[in-house]
């Protein structure tokens, strides 16, 4: 009898088993048949992201499985962060995937008013042909080149390397692209109006892989030299402001913090004003840990860093400002904004002469500058070489004009090529302490206008066209800066504050013909019947 029951619950046993396996089977065919219907919240996003060609390890991928975190610091030191939700780092590779392929403003309703910018005749201006000698580098094929035996991954030749560039054998196509940027500089430009090279450099600076990340010796603030697998670098600046934090009005302009989105926002600002010596710059989420903790080999800079209190890693490195505990740059828990600007070719490859700025400031808390006490000091500064023949001085009125607008009381040098000698643009560089107030505007920053009474006639007519209601100067840079993956860059109070700025320019050009005897000496011609 015992054995009778046992066998029969062992068939019960077998039979409910084989049932539940048949149960099973079925859920899962009744699942996949149902799945295409709704792949479109599921699945079918991977497959779609792939289909865009976005890269595996782009932030787009991440989609809700990390939040995009910004990190704050105030100026008394302590820290702060505005979580953001994970829409960012999604809008981040979309717009990323838009630069790569030249889409720009293409979702929108309407035209771009930043494509049709680009396409007026002021825009249009063509540059003098550029000849062999006009060009920043002779590209040599024959010319072998290997890296620096130091290891600091510069690009230098076994011979005399000024004037060439290390590209081997290789084709042009072949070049990686930070490359081709430093082969396409001339004597006129850094780089063209319709550059195709654009919007994948800034891809890059915004999503390639680093590999080494130590600290830029000098300077008053922190700042990284980041390198990439193709040997290309970046200058990283990190966040230390709020987007709508003013510098306060009791700070000197040489104590003030750089700001990384300064530095994303005087690029596209110079590119809109047509000037084009800024070299790109985008920004960037950085891990903290892996890519700069983990690789850096700077011993001082490792040193630095530590697990703050409520668990974020921080750091703060080695400079004359601002590099301590109190003013540590943290992540949150390790992820921090920072701007990734190009950096030039190498001093060693292409020699650069530095230029101290005639109005410069004093950098003295009481003291100030002769131009701050003569008000007919450019007089003076034209019979001074390189200022007394050329257009050196309309390009230092150009940068003046770029300064205003942004706020940037820092200028006290400028850069040029030296191989080009006295006649070729200015350097742009260093505009981290641009943006920092919005509801003031320091009239001062103006004094080579008012004072000289010239601008280009070209510079004039682009500002004229920039205070239009069709090409408003806040639209099209909140349009250019909609591309970058940390938008919004600028608080829309900075924004406005342009449109305010522009109006000021204008008015001292207006006030300097009111009262000039020769306009032609006002507006300096440089198109010609070209527009």
């Known amino acids: 009898m015992r054995r009778r029951?046992?066998?029969?619950?062992?068939?019960?046993?077998?039979?409910?088993?084989?049932?539940?396996?048949?149960?099973?089977?079925?859920?899962?065919?009744?699942?996949?048949?149902?799945?295409?219907?709704?792949?479109?919240?599921?699945?079918?996003?991977?497959?779609?992201?792939?289909?865009?060609?976005?890269?595996?390890?782009?932030?787009?991928?991440?989609?809700?499985?990390?939040?995009?975190?910004?990190?704050?610091?105030?100026?008394?030191?302590?820290?702060?962060?505005?979580?953001?939700?994970?829409?960012?780092?999604?809008?981040?590779?979309?717009?990323?995937?838009?630069?790569?392929?030249?889409?720009?403003?293409?979702?929108?309703?309407?035209?771009?008013?930043?494509?049709?910018?680009?396409?007026?005749?002021?825009?249009?201006?063509?540059?003098?042909?550029?000849?062999?000698?006009?060009?920043?580098?002779?590209?040599?094929?024959?010319?072998?080149?290997?890296?620096?035996?130091?290891?600091?991954?510069?690009?230098?030749?076994?011979?005399?390397?000024?004037?060439?560039?290390?590209?081997?054998?290789?084709?042009?196509?072949?070049?990686?692209?930070?490359?081709?940027?430093?082969?396409?500089?001339?004597?006129?430009?850094?780089?063209?109006?319709?550059?195709?090279?654009?919007?994948?450099l800034l891809w890059d600076l915004a999503t390639q892989r680093i590999i080494s990340s130590v600290q830029k010796t000098g300077g008053t603030q922190l700042k990284l030299i980041m390198t990439f697998p193709n040997y290309g670098q970046a200058l990283f600046k990190p966040m230390k402001q709020t987007r709508d934090q003013e510098t306060p009005i009791d700070f000197f302009y040489f104590s003030d913090f750089e700001r990384h989105n300064a530095e994303i926002a005087a690029f596209h600002l110079d590119r809109i004003l047509d000037f084009r010596r800024i070299p790109p710059v985008s920004g960037r989420l950085v891990n903290i840990t892996k890519e700069i903790r983990d690789i850096t080999t700077d011993k001082k800079l490792a040193k630095t860093f530590f697990i703050s209190p409520a668990g974020n890693i921080c750091f703060y490195g080695e400079c004359s400002y601002y590099c301590s505990t109190e003013h540590a740059l943290c992540g949150k828990p390790d992820l921090l904004e920072g701007s990734m600007a190009a950096l030039l070719p190498d001093k060693t490859l292409a020699k650069r002469r530095s230029w101290r700025s005639p109005w410069r400031r004093s950098y003295h808390k009481s003291k100030k500058a002769e131009w701050e006490l003569n008000p007919n000091y450019c007089a003076q500064v034209r019979k001074t070489p390189p200022y007394d023949r050329g257009h050196r001085l309309l390009d230092l009125i150009d940068m003046t004009v770029l300064d205003f607008l942004m706020g940037n009381m820092d200028r006290h040098h400028y850069e040029t090529f030296e191989k080009f000698g006295n006649d070729t643009f200015l350097l742009h560089l260093d505009n981290g302490r641009g943006f920092g107030t919005h509801s003031r505007d320091e009239l001062s920053i103006l004094a080579p206008l008012r004072q000289c009474c010239s601008i280009k006639k070209s510079t004039y007519l682009r500002l004229q066209l920039l205070a239009t209601p069709s090409y408003r100067l806040s639209d099209l840079l909140r349009e250019a800066l909609a591309t970058d993956p940390l938008a919004p860059v600028l608080a829309e109070s900075h924004l406005r504050a342009l449109d305010r700025r522009l109006g000021k320019v204008l008015a001292a050009v207006g006030r300097c013909l009111a009262g000039a005897a020769h306009p032609d000496k006002v507006l300096v011609d440089d198109v010609g019947s070209r527009v």
């Open 5 to 200: 029951l046992h066998t029969f619950f062992q068939r019960k046993c077998k039979v409910s088993l084989l049932f539940l396996l048949f149960l099973a089977l079925l859920v899962h065919l009744v699942m996949d048949l149902a799945l295409p219907a709704t792949c479109g919240s599921c699945g079918c996003d991977m497959k779609a992201v792939k289909a865009l060609s976005v890269p595996s390890g782009s932030p787009v991928l991440a989609g809700p499985k990390k939040l995009s975190l910004r990190i704050l610091q105030d100026f008394s030191g302590s820290n702060g962060s505005l979580e953001r939700s994970s829409q960012l780092q999604g809008r981040a590779g979309e717009l990323g995937r838009q630069r790569r392929h030249g889409e720009g403003n293409s979702g929108r309703t309407g035209r771009s008013k930043l494509e049709a910018l680009f396409e007026h005749p002021l825009y249009n201006i063509p540059i003098p042909a550029v000849t062999e000698k006009d060009k920043l580098f002779v590209v040599n094929p024959m010319e072998k080149f290997s890296l620096h035996s130091s290891g600091s991954d510069e690009w230098v030749s076994s011979s005399k390397a000024e004037m060439l560039l290390p590209t081997g054998k290789t084709a042009y196509d072949t070049y990686p692209t930070w490359l081709k940027f430093h082969v396409g500089i001339n004597r006129y430009e850094l780089y063209p109006r319709r550059d195709p090279l654009m919007p994948t």
